[in-house]
């Protein structure tokens, strides 16, 4: 079990890492043509939103590869399940399935990773 959270660790931190530096470093114009949800976000919520997302991605590896604050890790994810919560809301409202279904595949994950860190598996 230890295995597998660490390697749904590393699939979501590598999304949502990628995903980050993408929303945090772009200009909203280019972002729209990939991600039309920007355009119902100022510039400094999308931000905002990229900063929160590298974040929770370094905090589901680095804590615990660290052995610093291994509670960080869960936290981490537990922050993405909240992101993705709000991603799904924002979804539904532009009447976009396809990317509430995306959404909600990474939230379960998020979840999982979560579930197991604060129980089973924790560090």
Request: aromatic share 6%; net charge positive; proline share 7%.
């Amino acid at each position: 079990m230890n295995a597998t959270l660490w390697i749904l660790q590393a699939l979501l931190a590598a999304m949502f890492g990628m995903a980050g530096v993408m929303k945090s470093t772009r200009p909203k114009d280019e972002l729209a043509g990939k991600l039309p949800w920007v355009e119902d976000f100022s510039p400094t919520v999308v931000r905002l939103i990229g900063v929160a997302e590298l974040a929770a991605a370094l905090g589901l590896i680095l804590p615990a590869a660290l052995g610093t604050a291994p509670i960080l890790t869960p936290l981490a994810a537990a922050g993405l399940v909240i992101i993705m919560v709000g991603a799904m809301i924002t979804h539904a409202r532009r009447n976009e399935p396809r990317a509430i279904v995306f959404n909600a595949v990474l939230l379960i994950v998020a979840a999982v990773i979560a579930w197991g860190r604060f129980g089973p598996c924790s560090f």
